[in-house]
């Protein structure tokens, strides 16, 4: 009886030693989004799809992250690490492992933030054939400007 205890106690506190790596994992599920939809989508400069999807990202390093579309604005954020409270659970229940194993993983951050939804605003229009480069601007008008004066149709 007394082997079974044992063996019971000691089986819990390796599989329960490593709370955020068991309870997160290593990698978050990140959603990609935008306005319009069909955006290149960049993570640390690589090419990962085109929105709306979904991606897992590793938890133990930020990410830089681009979305483009022609004829908009680039849209540029950072996935943040923020710390897990998962990782407590080892000091609770006494995972000296995981204390080690939980910062190894990554597991003891989550990334922040979960989900991004881009709005593209109109912007530099870029465009290159065999013929040419075509670049065309879209300004945004300021209330503060005066009119001084209007192009006509020919």
Not at 29 to 49: L, Q, R, T
Not at 128 to 135: A, C, D, V
Request: charged share 20%; proline share 3%; with cysteine.
């Amino acid at each position: 009886m007394k082997k079974t205890i044992f063996s019971c106690l000691l089986t819990s506190s390796l599989l329960l030693s490593s709370c955020a790596t068991i309870i997160s994992g290593s990698k978050q599920n990140v959603k990609f989004s935008s306005n319009p939809a069909s955006a290149s989508v960049f993570i640390d400069e690589v090419e990962v799809g085109k929105t709306p999807f979904e991606l897992k990202l590793a938890r133990n390093s930020e990410h830089d992250v681009l979305i483009k579309l022609d004829g908009y604005q680039t849209y540029q954020t950072t996935l943040t690490k923020k710390f897990n409270a998962w990782y407590l659970g080892n000091i609770l229940i006494g995972g000296i492992i995981g204390l080690i194993i939980d910062p190894i993983t990554g597991a003891i951050y989550n990334l922040s933030p979960n989900e991004i939804n881009a709005q593209l605003n109109a912007g530099t229009v870029f465009n290159s054939t065999k013929k040419g480069i075509y670049i065309a601007v879209a300004l945004k008008a300021n209330p503060e400007w005066n009119k001084v004066g209007q192009l006509e149709k020919k």
